[in-house]
C-alpha cells in the first residue's frame, strides 16, 4: 500500500519502518544517557532532548542516505547488515562534528558509542521483524484489474517481489471478445457486474486498463464502483504509484494537460534555486581538496602532454537551451577523434584515473560551478549532448519534455536506472524523468539528495 504526502508517493510499510526505527534511535540515545549518568528520565533536561532528537535524526537521514529506506534495495542480509554499519558509522562522525561545532548540544564521548551500538542492535532487531512481516497480505491492497491482454502484459514484468510490495494481485477480469492470456493470476467473469464481484473478492481497487475505451469501457459498472466506495484507478496511474516512473506506451496527452502535477510556480522555483545555492556553495568548500588532489592526479597522469585538467561539453538545458558542461577530463585526449559517442562499460577511452573519478562520481564536481551559474540545478533530469538530443527526439515520444526542467548532477532517473548508452536506455530513462518532472518539489529533491550518497559509496552505475 502506499500513500501520498506532499505530492510524492511512500509505500506505507517502508513508512512505518521509517517511523518505528526513529523511536528506536531516540530511545538508544536516552538509553545511553541513563547508563551512563544515571539520570531520571522523568526529569531530563531540554538539552539532553534536543541530543536525543538530534540522534534520532542523523540515524534516520544516514538510514535514508544508504538506501534502507527504499524497494529499489536489492542487497542481501550480508549488504543489509553492512549499510546498517555504515550508516550508524556515519552518524557518529557527524554527531561528533556536530557536538565539536555545537558544545550546548554536545554528546559525550562515552555515551555516543553505547547509543550508535545499541542502535545497530535495534535496526537488526527492527529489519529482522519487518523482513517476516513485509509479506503480509494484510498490508497490501487487494487489486482486481480490468483490462486488454495486450495492455496486461505490462504485469508480466513486475516479477521481483519488490515489484508487487504494494499490492496484491487478485485477478483479472478481461473485456467480452479480448482473449484471455496466463499472466499468472486468476481470471474472472463478471455476470453480475464489477461492482458485485469486487464486493465478493473484497477489492479495495479496480485498475482499468483498456485503451479502446469507446467500445470495451463498461462504465455504469465503473461508476458503481466508485459510489460503493471502491477505488477506480486508470492503468498508467497504478503503474506510476508502483513504480516510480511513467510508461510512454500507455502516456496520451490528455492525462498530462488535465492530470495534477507538472506544476513549475514562484514558490518551487524559489526553493529549488535555494536548495542549489546552499547545497552547491556547500559542497564546493567541502570537497575542494579532493578537486585540487583530482587536477594534480589528471595533470600528472597526461596533462603534461597538452590535455586540460578539466573538460567542457556542450550540454542541452533548460528550455533546450545549450550551455557548456564542466567535468574533470577522465579521458584520453583522441576519444572522440571519430566523432560524438556513448559511453560504453569497460570503455578503453577512459584513463587509470578517469576510471576511479568516474565511479566515485569526483568527476562530475565541477558542474557544482554550473549549478552556481544557474546553467543547472543540483537535482534534475541528466543533460545531453545536442547531438544525441537531436536524434532521442526524433525516435522517443515526449523526450524534449524533459527539458521543461533544469538538469541536475544528480536526479530520479540516476538513481533508479544504471548509466544510459542507447537510445532504448534513454528511453527507459525517460519514464522516470518524466515522473521527475511531474513530481518534483523541495522534499523530492532533499530526499534524492540523501539517497545520491549511496550511489557514490557503493559506484552503482557509473561508467
Known amino acids: 500500500m502506499r500513500i501520498r504526502l506532499f505530492g510524492h508517493f511512500f509505500h506505507m510499510p517502508l513508512l512505518v519502518l521509517a517511523v518505528v526505527e526513529l523511536i528506536a534511535f531516540c530511545g538508544a540515545m536516552l538509553a545511553a544517557e541513563a547508563l551512563r549518568w544515571g539520570a531520571d528520565l522523568g526529569n531530563l533536561a531540554a538539552a539532553t532532548w534536543v541530543r536525543v532528537l538530534l540522534f534520532g535524526g542523523v540515524c534516520s537521514v544516514s538510514f535514508l542516505a ?25 552518524t557518529m562522525v557527524v554527531i561528533a562534528t556536530i557536538s565539536f561545532a555545537w558544545p550546548d548540544v554536545r554528546i559525550g564521548r562515552s555515551v555516543l558509542p553505547i547509543a550508535c551500538g545499541a542502535a545497530f542492535l535495534l535496526a537488526v532487531a527492527t529489519r529482522t521483524t519487518a523482513i517476516r512481516v513485509a509479506g503480509l497480505e494484510g498490508f497490501k491492497k487487494r487489486v482486481l484489474v480490468f483490462g486488454e491482454s495486450a495492455t496486461l502484459a505490462r504485469f508480466r514484468r513486475m516479477r521481483r517481489r519488490s515489484d508487487r510490495a504494494g499490492f496484491h494481485l487478485v485477478g483479472v477480469v478481461h473485456p467480452p471478445g479480448d482473449p484471455a492470456e496466463p499472466m499468472g493470476a486468476a481470471v474472472y467473469e463478471a455476470p453480475n457486474g464489477l461492482k458485485t464481484l469486487c464486493e465478493e473478492l473484497g477489492i479495495d481497487e479496480l485498475v482499468v486498463a ?85 587536477m594534480l592526479a589528471i595533470w600528472l597522469e597526461d596533462g603534461r602532454h597538452g590535455g586540460g585538467v578539466f573538460y567542457r561539453q556542450n550540454r542541452v538545458g533548460f528550455e533546450s537551451r545549450v550551455f557548456p558542461l ?29 576510471s ?30 545536442p547531438q544525441f538530443v537531436a536524434e532521442l527526439e526524433e525516435k522517443i515520444p515526449y523526450y524534449s519534455y524533459r527539458h521543461s526542467v533544469k538538469p541536475g548532477i544528480t536526479g530520479w532517473a ?22 521527475y518532472v511531474k513530481h518534483h518539489n523541495l522534499l523530492f529533491d532533499v530526499t534524492i539528495l540523501v539517497q545520491t550518497v549511496e550511489v557514490v559509496l557503493m559506484g552503482k552505475g557509473a561508467r
Open 66 to 90: 544508504l538506501g534502507l529506506y527504499t524497494l529499489r534495495q536489492r542487497a542481501g542480509i550480508f549488504g543489509v547488515g553492512l549499510r546498517i554499519l555504515v550508516a550508524v558509522i556515519a
Open 356 to 385: 576511479f573519478i568516474r565511479k566515485t562520481r569526483i568527476d562530475e564536481l565541477p558542474q557544482l560551478l554550473n549549478v552556481l551559474r544557474g546553467h543547472m540545478g543540483f537535482v534534475g533530469p541528466r543533460p545531453e549532448r
Open 210 to 294: 483498456v485503451q479502446n475505451r469507446r467500445e470495451a469501457l463498461p462504465v455504469k459498472d465503473l461508476l458503481q464502483c466508485r459510489f460503493a466506495g471502491i477505488s477506480v484507478v486508470e492503468f498508467i496511474s497504478f503503474m506510476e504509484r508502483e513504480t516510480g516512473r511513467i510508461e510512454l506506451d500507455l502516456l496520451i496527452p490528455s492525462w498530462i494537460i488535465f492530470g495534477e502535477g507538472f506544476r513549475r510556480d514562484g514558490v518551487r522555483l524559489f526553493t529549488a534555486r535555494a536548495l542549489d545555492f546552499l547545497a552547491s556553495g556547500l559542497l564546493l568548500v567541502l570537497a575542494s581538496p579532493v578537486m585540487l588532489l583530482t
Open 414 to 435: 540516476q538513481l533508479c536506472f544504471p548509466y544510459g548508452s542507447s537510445i532504448e536506455d534513454a528511453r527507459q530513462k525517460l519514464q522516470y524523468d518524466l515522473y
Open 326 to 354: 564542466l567535468k574533470f577530463r577522465s579521458m584520453r585526449l583522441d576519444a572522440e577523434a571519430g566523432g560524438a559517442q556513448w559511453a560504453q562499460k569497460h570503455d578503453p577511452r577512459v584513463t587509470r584515473v578517469g
